[in-house]
Each structure stands twice: as structure tokens, then as C-alpha cells.
């Protein structure tokens, strides 16, 4: 059998207590994914030297701000640098990223005013993922990245 893909997965999806308020996002459907690939775990914001539990932060035109209005822009950018690090290391097409995060939400992310309204748009992560080739999936499409990676194997 040949060597299974590897694919960047944001933690909190895979049952890792990681996020802002020390629970985990586990999703339907990680079971399936994990064994179809090698799942390289990242949290970008642990990684970058933020806390858990920590302040939520929402993305604020150039930086990362927490709600009680820390600028955490260098620990975004330094997780996401680490992440994007480990996925290049091992060689993932794609990452499977917690939708909404100020760090991995691809394709909608909160305005920045604490709200919860949504805005098209990237997180840090999402954004150095997909600079460099890196196939975003939120954890809604993990359907689709199932599909793409069958169709990869092919």
C-alpha cells in the first residue's frame, strides 16, 4: 500500500482541547479522514504562544486584537508560521481548518467587532496555507476533501 497523504488539520477538529475556551470542536466525520491520511495536528494560536483558555480575538483590518483589545498579531503570525512550517515539513497538499478562526477560518471570518457577524475573508493561517499551495478545506467541506484526496490517489 502506498504512503498515505498527509493533511494539516486544526486540532480542536481532531478532539484536542485547544480552543479559545479550552474545549475541543471534534467533528463528524475526523474518523473517516483519519484513515485516509496521516493528520499533521496544528494549533496555530498554542503554537504561536497564546494561552488556553484565552481571550477570543477577531481579525481588525492588519491585526489580530483580542476582545479586550490586546494586539495578538505576532502570535498569530508567528503560529501560523509554525504551522505552515510543520504541513511543508510533512508535505500536505491540503488542511482541514476550523471555519470562523481569526487564524484558520478560510473563506468567512468575524468582522472584528466582537458581533458575530461573519465577512469574507481569510485568517492568518488560512491565508500562508493557501500562498503556498496548500488546498484549504473548512470543517463543513470535509466531504469534498474526503473526495479530493480519493481523486488524488487515483
Known amino acids: 500500500m502506498d504512503r498515505l497523504p498527509a493533511v494539516a488539520v486544526s486540532a480542536c477538529l481532531a478532539g484536542e482541547r485547544c480552543t479559545y475556551k479550552a474545549s475541543s470542536n471534534l467533528i463528524e466525520g ?3 479522514l483519519a484513515v485516509l491520511c496521516r493528520p499533521v ?3 496555530p494560536e498554542v503554537m504561536g504562544g497564546l494561552a488556553t483558555p484565552r481571550d477570543p480575538a477577531e481579525i481588525q ?3 489580530v486584537v483580542s476582545c479586550r483589545g490586546t494586539d495578538v498579531t ?3 503570525e508567528r503560529g501560523a508560521a509554525e504551522a505552515l512550517r510543520l504541513a511543508q515539513e510533512a508535505g500536505c497538499a491540503f488542511a482541514l481548518l476550523k471555519e470562523n478562526s481569526p487564524s484558520c477560518g478560510c473563506g468567512h471570518v468575524y468582522d472584528g467587532t466582537f458581533s458575530h457577524t461573519l465577512v ?3 485568517g492568518i493561517t488560512a491565508r500562508a496555507f493557501k500562498r503556498e499551495g496548500i488546498a484549504t478545506f473548512g470543517e463543513s467541506q470535509i466531504d469534498a476533501l474526503i ?3 480519493h481523486a488524488e490517489r487515483l
Request: hydrophobic fraction near 20%.
Open 74 to 76: 505576532c502570535e498569530y
Open 30 to 32: 475526523y474518523g473517516e
Open 120 to 122: 469574507e475573508g481569510d
Open 61 to 63: 483590518g492588519n491585526k
Open 147 to 149: 473526495e479530493a484526496i
Open 41 to 43: 495536528l496544528v494549533c
